[in-house]
C-alpha cells in the first residue's frame, strides 16, 4: 500500500500515526522500521503504540516529495508494509 501524507515544511516535525492491517488476535513483534528511499527528509523515532507505529519525520528539502518505506512484523509470522510519500513545502508549516 502507498499513502500521500500531508505536506510538512522543511523545518518542521511532524508524527504519522500508521495503523497496520493486523489479523485478528496477531500483535506487532521486534521494531518496526521506516527507511528513506528518496528525497532528503528523515526519521526522528519510530515506536510502537498499541497496534499503531508512530514515526517521526524532519528535514526534508522545499519541493521534494520524499519517501519511505515502512515496515513491521507481526508475531503471526507477517511482514506488513507501507509506502509513505511526504511533501516538503516551505507554505505548509502547520499552525500553531
Do not use: H
Not at 510502537?48 to 518505506?69: H, P, Q, T, Y
Request: aromatic share 6%.
Amino acid at each position: 500500500m502507498a499513502k500521500t501524507l500531508t505536506s510538512k515544511a522543511p523545518g518542521e516535525r511532524i508524527a504519522y500515526l500508521w495503523t497496520p492491517p493486523l489479523a485478528t488476535g496477531d500483535t506487532i513483534t521486534g521494531t518496526p522500521t521506516a527507511v528513506l528511499v528518496s528525497g532528503t527528509a528523515a526519521t526522528d523515532g519510530v515506536s510502537v503504540v498499541g497496534s499503531d507505529v508512530k514515526i517521526w519525520l524532519i528535514g526534508g528539502a522545499d519541493g521534494e516529495v520524499a519517501e519511505f518505506l515502512c515496515e513491521v512484523d507481526t508475531t503471526g509470522g507477517e511482514t506488513l508494509q507501507e509506502t509513505l510519500y511526504l511533501p516538503v513545502n516551505s507554505t505548509a508549516l502547520s499552525a500553531l
